[in-house]
């Protein structure tokens, strides 16, 4: 059984930078995809930016592209999301999500496995 485990979440100001940890433990391959969903109160889930574990490649979303950051430590087994400029239409309950093999997509049918949630919040 694979667990992910996500942390990091708050409050922040708008403009403000938080970074989002996803720790991934109990899978039996090397590769794998890690991506971060997101949800808010009324809104579908959406599709944030996901890693493969292998070879680090990485996909954004358009709305997240260049203020947000994914990475991972394969030693660590962990995957982070650093988000910057973060504006209030950011606020949302943040998953990350676990699939076993190299895919480089947002589609999350294709996930597995999901952690509990953290939440985001942008606010003054």
Known sequence: QVQVVES???????GGS???SCAA???T???YTIGWFRQAPGKEREGVSCI???DGATYY???VKGRFSISRDNVKNMV????????????????????????????????????????VTVSS
């Open 8 to 14: 990091g979440g708050g409050l922040v100001q708008p």
């Open 18 to 20: 938080l970074r989002l």
């Open 25 to 27: 433990s109990g899978h």
């Open 29 to 31: 391959s090397d590769y």
């Open 52 to 54: 493969i574990s292998s």
């Open 61 to 63: 979303a358009d709305s």
């Open 80 to 119: 982070y999301l650093q988000m910057s400029s973060l504006q209030p239409e950011d606020t949302a309950v943040y998953y990350c999500a676990a699939g076993l093999g190299d895919y480089l997509t947002l589609r999350d049918t294709l996930y597995d496995y999901w952690g509990q949630g953290t939440q």
